[in-house]
């Protein structure tokens, strides 16, 4: 079945550091491919998506790309910020009916000053 | 727009007592879902609903059950309670099946 495997946490680093985080996975078909973030005591919140091969998405000066010759779709960030700490979750989805997301374990985020 | 809202924020709940868990959304999503999250384990999901009146089973639904009787609404019941469901649920909400889902800030439960 579907699956996302993504890094063990969880991952220190100090202010403008370079961040990756790794995400792979096993899917039938052509899923879209997601990055939530969750912040302390909250829900989890959608950071960037990408729904075909080769593409990108981008937000918050994150990216990822979806690369299907891998089947991964890896997190970065050039300049890591003390607010960007949090539990980062990578997650598939199939476009089909009813189709939820699979999520990784997550991967927690520690920035310091 | 609220967005999705999820009532109560927390809950103790003794053995054998039962509850519900209410989740509303107003961006009038057809898909809904309820997921649990465990330490370490991600999100796994209970139920989900592709519209008012149809709901289906997701990995671990033992234990819950759920209604959709409205677009906006779907609740979540637990009529026995064990130990083994202290975590914390997640209600989210799409607008079609592969789509973005849309999450709720959550309910912290412990069952002792």
């Known amino acids: 079945g579907n699956s996302v495997t993504q890094m063990e946490g969880p991952v220190t680093l100090s202010e403008e550091a370079f961040l990756t985080i790794n995400c792979t996975y096993t899917?039938?078909?052509?899923?879209?491919l997601f990055w939530y973030v969750q912040y302390p005591g909250e829900g989890l919140q959608l950071l960037l998506k990408?729904?075909?091969?080769?593409d990108k998405g981008s937000n918050k000066g994150f990216e990822a790309t979806y690369r299907k010759e891998t089947t991964s779709f890896h997190l970065e960030k050039g300049s890591v910020q003390v607010s960007d700490s949090a539990v980062y979750f990578c997650?598939?989805?199939?476009?089909?009916?009813?189709?939820?997301?699979?999520f990784g374990k997550g991967t927690t985020l520690s920035v310091s000053s | 727009n609220a967005g999705v809202t999820q009532t109560p924020k927390f809950r103790i709940l003794k053995i054998g007592q039962s509850m519900t868990l209410q989740c509303t959304q107003d961006m009038n999503h057809n898909y809904m879902y309820w997921y649990r999250q465990d330490p370490g384990m991600g999100l796994k999901l209970i139920y989900y609903?592709?519209?008012?009146?149809?709901?289906d089973k997701g990995e671990v639904p033992n234990g819950y059950n759920v209604s959709r009787s409205t677009t906006e609404d779907f609740p979540l019941r637990l009529e026995l309670a064990a130990p083994s469901q202290t975590s914390v649920y997640f209600c989210?909400?799409?607008?079609?099946?592969?789509?973005?889902?849309?999450f709720g800030p959550g309910t912290r439960l412990t069952v002792l």
């Open positions: 990408a729904t075909k091969a080769d």
């Open positions: 997650a598939l989805s199939g476009n089909q009916a009813g189709t939820a997301l699979i």
């Open positions: 989210a909400s799409s607008y079609g099946g592969g789509d973005t889902q849309y």
């Open positions: 899917a039938t078909g052509y899923p879209s």
């Open positions: 609903s592709v519209g008012a009146g149809i709901t």
